[in-house]
């Protein structure tokens, strides 16, 4: 029996409407609906913003992938997953990955393709790309995220934050990702390099909790949880509005 396709899909931030229409089409299709969870006992946030779209029929695969450093084990729960992946697709159905934002853009769907593709070489993959956290903040907020030849440099917050220093240098639009446990050292460096008044904060852009803040002084008396699911744009021109 030849293979199922194997869907990719970006389901955006977090408002179920920023699905685009191919997404919508081939999720009310589509028999096996796989999706990531950090914690067996959570819950799946791009289930959450794309269930009105599956179809009642639909199989649901959750698939745990901890949040490690460990390389090894990290490589083992990749390789665990794409094999149940494999698996459904040697059936001859086709199977849709969900992740948040865009498929391809720090995305779990990049290493489950990874190891699919190792182990189907054949294998028919459709990615098709969802709205990006950043470019959904920015219409929240009216950013401009790219003006004339301004470069737009995007910063995914490591414990090592003298990326985030180097792209304010940089000069132009920065986007800070994966902000999480790190935002206290992030405020600090906005001030000392003199753009934190230039820069908005959302957090869980999108969903109905979300948290627009122009003031990012007002987060030093946030929750230690405010960092996560978040983003930070940031003018480093002055003459930027």
């Known amino acids: 029996m030849s293979l199922g396709t194997f ?10 409407e920023l699905l685009t229409v191919k997404a919508a089409g081939v ?61 459904l697709l040697r059936t001859g159905q086709d199977v849709c990955f969900l992740t948040l934002g865009d498929a391809l853009v720090y995305s779990t ?3 489950l393709l990874r190891e699919l593709k190792a182990l189907l070489p054949e294998l028919e993959v459709v ?8 470019s959904a ?21 490591a414990d090592d934050l003298g990326a985030v220093r180097r792209a304010i240098e940089t000069g132009g639009t920065v986007v800070l990702m994966k902000i999480g446990k790190r935002l206290g050292d992030i405020l600090d460096i906005l001030e000392e390099t003199g753009v934190i008044g230039r820069s908005v904060f959302v957090q869980r852009a999108g969903h109905p909790t979300q948290l627009i803040e122009r003031d990012l002084r007002k987060l030093r008396a946030a929750q230690a949880e405010a960092g996560y699911l978040s983003v930070i744009l940031i003018h480093t021109n002055p003459k930027q509005p």
Do not use: N, Q
Request: aromatic share 8%; proline share 9%.
């Open 109 to 111: 769907y990049i290493y």
């Open 137 to 157: 903040v920015a219409a929240l907020t009216d950013f401009p995220l790219g003006e004339g030849k301004e470069p737009i440099t995007v910063v995914p917050t």
């Open 7 to 16: 869907y990719g899909m970006g389901v955006g931030p977090g408002d179920p």
């Open 127 to 134: 990615t098709v790309p969802g709205i990006t956290s950043f």
């Open 27 to 87: 999720l009310g299709r589509c028999p096996h609906v796989v999706v990531p969870k950090a914690k067996a006992e959570g819950d799946s946030v791009a289930l959450e913003i794309a269930k009105r779209y599956v179809h009642d029929g639909a199989e649901v695969h959750e698939l745990v992938f901890p949040m490690t450093m460990d390389k090894a084990e990290l490589a083992r729960k990749w390789r665990l997953a794409a094999e149940t992946v494999a698996g």
